[in-house]
């Protein structure tokens, strides 16, 4: 037997297999009725999820609700109804439904689809390649007798069941925006299947439409689907590694516990009753620092078992599109899990980067007089080597350039776009989007001097310019949406919780960020071109020519001066919280802890003695260790590093 991605028989059976587990409610453990599918792409059954989120909603003016697998938050547009009706607003999984139905068609215990729409059960003898619906003997000729239907294909259901390869039986995906409609077109230049209305509306002016027909012309051949059947595999193995390797840790962590358990022990036989009370402390020590971290490492297990799960998931719907599913279902369901992969990878990088083996020691008292406690528990923490994952040290790690860009200028800035890095072109008054690799892809003209550029979402982004507009740009393809008009200083650019923080002189405002009216506004004591802030109400700044401010609403502000750090203007935080602070006249890094300790001095020098001077813009791809590194006055073209 051969599939699609060359499988061995053993392996498509055993998919064939796993296959009765997508057709399987989690809640009810029953098969699929009226199966609803989450942004995860869990499935459930209607009935039992609208159960599980009245259960689950308790609060007033609820977001949404947690997938009962994976916990990721499914947002609801229209909060205010009643959380009884939300379970019909998902979207039906019309995938599983098309399975279940092939089930039954093979095992001949498919029934009249419009007998059931009336509640009666009767036994289906034949199958409309039109309506993809099944009938019985009655039904089949009413059907017959419309007009509308007449010419309708219609063959006995015995013949499908003989048919082994009827992928494209049973194969209705319908429209997301559109329930009642089919997907009949696909746009390349968003990587987006749609049906006609949806086509007619939102994809007007793309330059790449082509029919669903043409679009699925190979899939199941092509190169993404094999890739990320691969990348499913390798993933969801990677995961179950770091579990091993948690578990192992578990294993170390209770052994020397135990360990210390028993050298306490021994050393109370050498002690008299007055130490009774001290051992039962240190005791109690050693229990709750057991209790603390071994469920702390529960937790890190349960979090990545999550995630396995949902990669798992996402593995055998897939490849169940491949072995079963039409073009169209496996075409929209590479679609699906493709633009899902970015945030469960970010989510999996948050839970690995947290990570910390754990080993405990026991520190023994030397003397037996004079004894007023057992000893200290010393709890060390470090970061493990796991598999799939490279070790960072940010604070002593080498920076090696990776690859350069080659746009030099004044006040170059930059950001890096899911897996794109888009350069703002000052002195041309444009933004240049470029691949991974530095490749350019495209580029657009934009009204004003470009300044600053920030992530809005996973489509569009914000470009700033001291003409005070703040452009709003569509990503895919690079499209100018909408300007805001502001009526506050503009230069540096980013976004908080639906807020625009800009600087520029010496004035910060808030804005928001659909009009761009402004909030509030902070005065400062020096040229401030940009602010950094992830997090609201804590933000950085430059304060005077040799120090920056970094002001918190938590109490945990702090300033930081050196002699040799001058025009500080541009500051980032890296995946550890650690501090960076651009020396644009001193041409260096200061590399600062998260409460603002010096870590070291990093000269430009050193990244590339090539360049002396002129430092601009430093941006982190979030949870990486990679960062651009741009250039004022045509000092060098933008580097592309990261820390070792």
């Known amino acids: 037997m051969a599939t699609s991605i060359h499988l061995a028989e053993e392996e498509v059976k055993a998919i064939n297999e796993d296959f009765s587990e997508l057709l399987t409610c989690t809640i009810c453990l029953e098969i699929f009725k009226q199966p609803r599918y989450l942004p995860c792409l869990h499935t459930f059954c209607e009935s039992c999820i609208s159960t599980y989120i009245v259960s689950a909603v308790k609060q007033e003016n609820p977001e949404g609700f947690k997938c009962p697998i994976c916990h990721r938050l499914v947002h609801i547009g229209d909060s205010t109804e009643n959380p009884e009706t939300w379970a019909k607003t998902l979207p039906g999984n019309h995938f599983v439904v098309s399975m279940i139905d092939r089930k039954a068609m093979k095992k001949a215990e498919k029934l009249c689809d419009a007998c059931t729409s009336k509640g009666v059960s009767e036994e289906a003898i034949s199958w409309c390649m039109v309506c993809e619906e099944a009938y019985c003997d009655t039904c089949e000729a009413n059907h017959k007798t419309f007009k509308v239907s007449r010419n309708h294909k219609i063959v006995p259901i015995e013949n499908i069941i003989e048919d082994v390869s009827c992928s494209n039986v049973c194969a209705f995906v319908a429209c997301d925006e559109h329930p009642e409609k089919t997907i009949e077109i696909y746009c390349k230049d968003h990587s987006q299947s749609c049906c006609t209305v949806c086509a007619t509306v939102h994809h007007r002016k793309c330059e790449h439409v082509v029919t669903i027909h043409e679009a699925v012309s190979g899939v199941k051949l092509s190169t993404h689907a094999q890739e990320l059947t691969k990348k499913l595999i390798k993933r969801s193995k990677t995961i179950e590694d770091i579990i091993k390797n948690r578990n192992q840790n578990t294993t170390h962590f209770k052994n020397e516990i135990d360990i210390i358990l028993v050298e306490i022990a021994n050393m109370r036989k050498r002690l008299n009753?007055?130490?009774?009370?001290?051992?039962?402390?240190?005791?109690?020590?050693?229990?709750?620092?057991?209790?603390?971290?071994?469920?702390?490492?529960?937790?890190?297990?349960?979090?990545?078992?999550?995630?396995?799960?949902?990669?798992?998931?996402?593995?055998?719907?897939?490849?169940?599109?491949?072995?079963?599913?039409?073009?169209?279902?496996?075409?929209?369901?590479?679609?699906?899990?493709?633009?899902?992969?970015?945030?469960?990878?970010?989510?999996?990088?948050?839970?690995?980067?947290?990570?910390?083996?754990?080993?405990?020691?026991?520190?023994?008292?030397?003397?037996?007089?004079?004894?007023?406690?057992?000893?200290?528990?010393?709890?060390?923490?470090?970061?493990?080597?796991?598999?799939?994952?490279?070790?960072?040290?940010?604070?002593?790690?080498?920076?090696?350039?990776?690859?350069?860009?080659?746009?030099?200028?004044?006040?170059?800035?930059?950001?890096?776009?899911?897996?794109?890095?888009?350069?703002?072109?000052?002195?041309?008054?444009?933004?240049?989007?470029?691949?991974?690799?530095?490749?350019?892809?495209?580029?657009?003209?934009?009204?004003?001097?470009?300044?600053?550029?920030?992530?809005?979402?996973?489509?569009?982004?914000?470009?700033?310019?001291?003409?005070?507009?703040?452009?709003?740009?569509?990503?895919?393809?690079?499209?100018?949406?909408?300007?805001?008009?502001?009526?506050?200083?503009?230069?540096?650019?980013?976004?908080?919780?639906?807020?625009?923080?800009?600087?520029?002189?010496?004035?910060?405002?808030?804005?928001?960020?659909?009009?761009?009216?402004?909030?509030?506004?902070?005065?400062?004591?020096?040229?401030?071109?940009?602010?950094?802030?992830?997090?609201?109400?804590?933000?950085?700044?430059?304060?005077?020519?040799?120090?920056?401010?970094?002001?918190?609403?938590?109490?945990?502000?702090?300033?930081?001066?050196?002699?040799?750090?001058?025009?500080?203007?541009?500051?980032?935080?890296?995946?550890?919280?650690?501090?960076?602070?651009?020396?644009?006249?001193?041409?260096?890094?200061?590399?600062?802890?998260?409460?603002?300790?010096?870590?070291?001095?990093?000269?430009?020098?050193?990244?590339?003695?090539?360049?002396?001077?002129?430092?601009?813009?430093?941006?982190?791809?979030?949870?990486?260790?990679?960062?651009?590194?741009?250039?004022?006055?045509?000092?060098?073209?933008?580097?592309?590093?990261?820390?070792?």
């Open 273 to 644: 009753d007055k130490l009774d009370i001290l051992e039962n402390e240190i005791k109690e020590e050693v229990n709750i620092t057991r209790e603390q971290h071994l469920h702390r490492l529960k937790e890190e297990c349960t979090e990545l078992s999550v995630l396995k799960n949902t990669f798992d998931h996402w593995k055998n719907i897939f490849e169940a599109c491949l072995s079963q599913g039409s073009d169209v279902q496996c075409l929209v369901k590479m679609e699906e899990i493709t633009r899902r992969m970015p945030q469960f990878e970010n989510d999996l990088f948050k839970v690995v980067k947290e990570i910390k083996d754990l080993s405990i020691e026991f520190e023994a008292t030397n003397t037996d007089s004079n004894i007023e406690f057992f000893g200290r528990l010393h709890l060390n923490e470090k970061r493990p080597s796991l598999p799939g994952f490279k070790a960072i040290n940010f604070h002593t790690g080498k920076i090696k350039v990776i690859f350069t860009i080659d746009i030099k200028g004044s006040c170059i800035s930059g950001i890096f776009f899911n897996d794109d890095i888009i350069i703002t072109d000052y002195n041309r008054n444009r933004i240049v989007c470029h691949d991974i690799t530095g490749k350019q892809k495209e580029a657009l003209d934009v009204p004003n001097d470009p300044t600053d550029i920030c992530k809005v979402n996973d489509h569009t982004l914000a470009v700033s310019s001291y003409a005070r507009k703040i452009c709003i740009i569509s990503v895919k393809p690079l499209t100018l949406v909408n300007t805001l008009d502001i009526n506050a200083p503009v230069w540096g650019l980013c976004l908080v919780e639906d807020e625009f923080i800009t600087t520029y002189d010496n004035s910060i405002s808030w804005l928001t960020a659909a009009t761009g009216a402004k909030i509030k506004e902070l005065s400062t004591s020096a040229d401030t071109r940009f602010v950094t802030c992830y997090k609201q109400n804590e933000f950085i700044y430059r304060n005077v020519d040799h120090s920056i401010k970094f002001e918190s609403a938590l109490g945990k502000g702090f300033e930081y001066n050196h002699s040799n750090l001058s025009d500080p203007y541009n500051q980032e935080i890296d995946e550890e919280g650690n501090i960076y602070i651009v020396g644009y006249s001193s041409s260096n890094i200061h590399q600062l802890t998260p409460t603002g300790q010096l870590i070291r001095i990093i000269p430009v020098s050193d990244i590339d003695s090539t360049i002396t001077g002129c430092p601009w813009v430093m941006r982190f791809k979030r949870n990486t260790n990679r960062f651009l590194l741009t250039f004022h006055a045509s000092a060098g073209p933008v580097l592309v590093c990261e820390i070792e």
